[in-house]
């Protein structure tokens, strides 16, 4: 996922971080059956000195997916991803959901 302050300025890629039923963060290689009942934590760090270009609680979102996943609510229009953010869902094709909470902050 990457975000971006207007159509066609610099895009930002998040940084995703994927979560067990228990809380733990699962890194390296997992299958949907090891993360089942987690959640996932899409986090947007954007430079201190691009604060005044790249206003958190007004970006674009765009999210690269196979063919026949969906995510919902759309990320269409602007968003706020600022304080505890946003929370999106994604459902793939075989009928699995995962839920990721979106934020960004300035570092």
């Given at each position: 996922?990457?975000?971006?302050?207007?159509?066609?300025?610099?895009?930002?890629?998040?940084?995703?971080?994927?979560?067990?039923?228990?809380?733990?963060?699962?890194?390296?290689?997992?299958?949907?059956?090891?993360?089942?009942?987690?959640?996932?934590?899409?986090?947007?760090?954007?430079?201190?000195?691009?604060?005044?270009?790249?206003n958190?609680?007004?970006?674009?979102?765009?999210?690269?997916?196979?063919?026949?996943?969906?995510?919902?609510?759309?990320?269409?229009?602007?968003?706020?991803?600022?304080?505890?953010?946003?929370i999106?869902?994604?459902?793939?094709?075989?009928?699995?959901?995962?839920?990721?909470?979106?934020?960004?902050?300035?570092?």
């Open positions: 996922m990457v975000c971006s302050a207007s159509h066609g300025s610099s895009e930002f890629l998040g940084e995703i971080h994927e979560y067990d039923k228990n809380g733990n963060e699962v890194t390296g290689s997992f299958t949907q059956q090891d993360v089942e009942g987690g959640y996932g934590l899409i986090l947007f760090h954007i430079s201190q000195s691009l604060q005044n270009d790249v958190l609680t007004n970006i674009y979102l765009i999210a690269t997916l196979t063919w026949d996943e969906f995510v919902t609510p759309s990320l269409s229009g602007r968003h706020d991803i600022t304080g505890d953010g946003i999106i869902t994604v459902k793939s094709g075989v009928g699995t959901t995962r839920q990721y909470r979106v934020r960004g902050d300035y570092q």
